[in-house]
């Protein structure tokens, strides 16, 4: 009997503490999470931002095959007391990625590559897995992060320019590429700039694989990677605003501050490797971009791909069918939104040093989504608010 009441204190003991727990739990989520639902969509996205902390955004919403509405919010520079307007540009991480695949593709249709060719033979070095010399690493596995190339995180971060005072990386693409995946190179591993898998056989995402993307295109297509998008992407789509390297902003104070998730502002920044996460565009100009991917190619003022190439784009390859060949099937589940739209979504999210990106689309609904924030998140009780932010834009735009 003693021990039986001796038992029953503990569990009477540690029901009154999960009681406190549940009890501070709904104190704190008081305090750090909206639960107001206006209807007002512009009001609904205010409440939650409040709450969240953010330092500023831009969302624009695309519905029944048309820019329905962007929504501001906040500060683009809360120093200067300067807002987010139509006009801010904000740099969106690794949603770049998408644009990097679409030039690759084109260059696919044009016949000037195979998707399943040895890059190799469009290099000026030699790039090899060094215990898998012999299997070559193709176009596909880099577009669909099962190259075997690896981020060596301790290099990668330490070449972001925030730590030198911001801008563009001093570093080329082929400079940095050549140091980091040839054999003797500056900041070549073969244990940390590859993974121990054969390439082609496992998904490992890839900001390195992206970044030689980018200088393959420089290679086959004879022109610097920002000028080849300028005139293959952004010049056909009338995206008049959106560069990838800070020196060609005619306006770098539209460049949204970055913010640190304590709202600390960080000085605008790149990296070497920036076609895998440094465009910088606003929410109406990318939604450009959206528009015609979700229409066969077609864009204001001519084509960036065929039906087919983006029916090929869109093909689940990789990440037990959740990778396609530059987009992800997998975008509202990471957010625990699984089962929240009406059918297949597509997208990309982003996430860096300042700055947070989350966009998705529905190919049959062509409704979806674009969400940039000048701040990265942490994760606490504060994150919930953009949780059901999201939410919210899914059902809004009848995805």
């Known amino acids: 009997m003693k021990e039986k009441r001796k038992k029953g204190r503990v569990w009477k003991i540690i029901g009154l503490l999960l009681g406190a727990a549940a009890l501070t739990l709904g104190v704190l989520m008081y305090v750090h999470v909206d639960f107001t639902n206006p209807r007002d969509l512009d009001r609904f996205v205010e409440a939650k931002m409040n709450k969240s902390g953010i330092t500023g955004a831009s969302i624009a919403l695309i519905e029944d095959n048309k820019l329905a509405r962007i929504i501001h919010y906040g500060m683009a520079d809360a120093e200067k007391d300067k807002p987010v307007t139509d006009e801010t540009m904000f740099q969106i991480a690794s949603v770049s990625k998408t644009v990097t695949a679409t030039a690759v593709m084109q260059l696919a249709e044009k016949g000037s590559i195979g998707l399943d ?4 033979e469009y290099l000026p070095f030699r790039v090899a897995h060094p ?3 012999d299997t070559p690493i193709t176009f596909r596995m880099l577009l669909t992060h099962t190259s075997s190339i690896d981020n060596n995180w301790d290099v990668y971060d330490s070449l972001y320019t925030l730590h030198d005072g911001g801008g563009d990386s001093p570093l080329s693409l082929e400079t940095f590429l050549s140091g980091f995946l040839v054999s003797g190179g500056k900041w070549y591993d073969e244990e940390k700039n590859f993974t121990n898998k054969q390439p082609g056989t496992t998904f490992a995402y890839s900001n390195i694989g992206y970044g030689l993307l980018g200088y393959l295109v420089e290679e086959i297509s004879g022109m610097p990677f920002p000028a080849y998008t300028q005139q293959h992407i952004f010049d056909p789509l009338g995206m008049t605003s959106t560069k990838w390297l800070h020196a060609d902003l005619t306006d770098p104070t539209r460049l949204a501050i970055p913010y640190e998730a304590k709202n600390k502002p960080i000085t605008p920044y790149s990296f070497p490797t920036y076609p895998d996460g440094a465009l910088k565009t606003t929410a109406a100009d990318f939604a450009k971009f959206y528009l015609a991917i979700m229409n066969g190619g077609r864009g204001e ?5 065929t039906a087919s190439s983006i029916a090929e784009m869109f093909k689940p390859q990789a ?6 060949l530059g987009w992800s099937y997998d975008v509202l589940n990471s957010l625990y939104l699984d089962g929240v739209a009406k059918g297949t979504t597509l997208g990309h999210s982003g996430s860096d040093p300042g700055v947070t990106t989350i966009t998705a689309f529905n190919p049959d609904t062509k409704s979806g989504f674009i969400a940039f924030f000048n701040q990265e998140l942490d994760l606490n009780l504060r994150a919930l608010n953009l949780h059901a932010l999201m939410k919210r834009l899914v059902a809004e735009t009848g995805m």
Request: hydrophobic share 30%.
């Open 117 to 120: 060719d040895d890059i190799n």
């Open 319 to 324: 990440d037990e069918g959740n990778q396609a």
């Open 131 to 133: 215990k898998f010399t």
């Open 301 to 305: 003022h001519g084509s960036i791909l």
